[in-house]
């Protein structure tokens, strides 16, 4: 979603600009002063600001240039209570979009913002595309085509990267594209999962140990920021560190230098960073279980990741690629669809999102074997389930996709109760399909052994 950040400091005014803005479909945030509105310019990603001229800490004006500045390259409106001609001038000369005098009628604001958004849609959409790899990463939706372009921007700098969204809505493919597209890329990319790191290993798997730092460590260690030297380090689910590491970590992105638990000096690292959580993160810095300064330096730019359901025509694009993916995998003939089995894909909501999507295409492309058609018969039966229910809720008597009868048991499980069924039964096949041998279930599934052997132990999968 685009986003407008609003500085001004009368009340009235903020609201009234967000409601207006909120009914064109974007984002608006409001800031109170020159000050608060250049920091929250500074870390997160803003398409446009409205600007007032008469601020409590400074004038606008003066600003202007500083504020396109930022790591969005947001345009800047001005919004004045007192227009003048020189003023105007003033404005147009460092860079504003337009110069707005209040009160201003809903259609003056309504078409600048309009246009300004337009025009910052055609430069973005003709730029990803040429400039950026993204060969991994399907769909065409305009929600994803603003992430592309914010992962374009982030490319081309060596700023902190944040990327939030629901889990499985890509947010390491886009930290991989974005290395990929760096002039870091022939440099590592370090994955750090913070969500497995166990609290006391945390320390020496990111920052290293010396032979006999601790009991147990009878050689010393590389961390992983050491390794990522020249590279990325991509911190998945950051907002699991704890705040004795974020504190740790916080000094090592300020200073880049570290030292090794157990050692007695520090050394260099050079490394970007790009973080990631599903997590409300900021909802963390309010109950004080994630650190403000460390958000501060983290987010510098920052990706939000739509869920699928709200990007619906991605849906398609992903599946199909899928599907050519996992035939070509499994040394299958490629599968067409009867169109069902699309609306299917269409109807159901994906909280699992792009994950869902292609674990359940998989799951059918392995169920239809040899036959040529994908149909909605081959879905997961958790996903089956949930169709029908809705169906049966659907007031419009819209043609449904043919699917069996309602397992009964299932009517009464909880949407996380569908998930462990379909991840167990997905294992299952696989386990069928790879003869139960480890290393063929790894090529299958894309997983590592280890992650393999944490879902046989989860799903108690008898091999
Ligand atoms: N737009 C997309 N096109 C193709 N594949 C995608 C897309 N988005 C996600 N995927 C695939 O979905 C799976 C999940 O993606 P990824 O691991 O990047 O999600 P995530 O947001 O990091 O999830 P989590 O929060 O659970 O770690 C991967 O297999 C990835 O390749």
Redesign the pocket.
Known sequence: MKQVLIIDDDPGVCGFMEDIIASMGYGATCAPTLAKGMEMALSAHWDVIFLDVHLPDGSGLAAVSQFRKAPSSPSVIILTGEGTADGAAQAIQSGAWDYIVKPATLDAIRLSLKHVMEIRQARGSASPSLRFKRD????DSPE?SDCLAAATDASGSDANVL?T????????????AIHDNSPRSKGPFVVV?CAALPETLVESVLFGHEKGAFTGATRSQEGLIREADGGTIFL??LGELSPSNQKRFLRVLQEKRIRAVGGDRETEVDFRLIA???RDIEGLVREGAFREDLLFRIRSLTIT?PP?RIRRG?TH??AM??VGTCCHRFGLADKGFYPEFLEALTRYPWPG???E??AAVEAAVIRAKTEPLLHPIHLPVHIRTELAQAAVHDSTTRKVPSIEPLPRALDTLSHAEHMEAAEKSYLQEIATLAEKRIQEMCRLT?LSRAQIYRLIKKHNITL
């Open positions: 991994s990463i399907a769909g994803l990327i969204g629901e889990s499985g809505t890509g947010k390491e493919l886009f930290a991989r999962d998945d689910e990631a959580t599903h990741l699928l991605d694009i992903i690629r899928a999102n792009a994950r999507l292609i894309d």
